[in-house]
Nanobody, 124 residues
Framework: QVQLVESGGGLVQAGDSLRLSCGAS????????MGWFRQAPGKEREFVAA????????YYADSVRGRFTISRDNAKNTVYLQMNSLKPEDTAVYYC?????????????????WGQGTQVTVSS
């Protein structure tokens, strides 16, 4: 069982940066693949970024590649999403998720555990 808690969201202007954090409970955190997803009002939840248990393999949605960076610190049971050059279209609730298979996946259905989400709002 893994419990996830996101933090770091907020209201920023276009071009600004934010770093989201996701703290995880449980002793097996280092075995999980981790992902970030987002959901804007009226839209489906979409993949943003993911990484495998080692943190070496990373995956990004085309819309954020080159602007966002996912990373993890297994000693702190935490995964991060550094978001630079934010755009108004990045506005959404951001969720972190854990995949017990450890690979980091782009599919929502691959993740067993989800956080409650943190709001990111980017003004133009």
């Amino acid at each position: 069982q893994v419990q996830l808690v996101e933090s770091g969201g907020g209201l920023v202007q276009a071009g600004d940066s934010l770093r989201l954090s996701c703290g995880a409970s449980g002793r097996s955190f280092s075995r999980y693949g981790m992902g970030w997803f987002r959901q804007a009002p009226g839209k489906e939840r979409e993949f943003v970024a993911a990484l495998g248990w080692s943190g070496i393999s990373t995956y990004y949605a085309d819309s954020v590649r080159g602007r966002f960076t996912i990373s993890r610190d297994n000693a702190k049971n935490t995964v991060y999403l550094q978001m630079n050059s934010l755009k108004p279209e990045d506005t959404a609730v951001y969720y972190c998720a854990a995949d017990r298979h450890g690979v980091g996946n782009q599919r929502v259905a691959a993740y067993e555990y989800w956080g409650q989400g943190t709001q990111v709002t980017v003004s133009s």
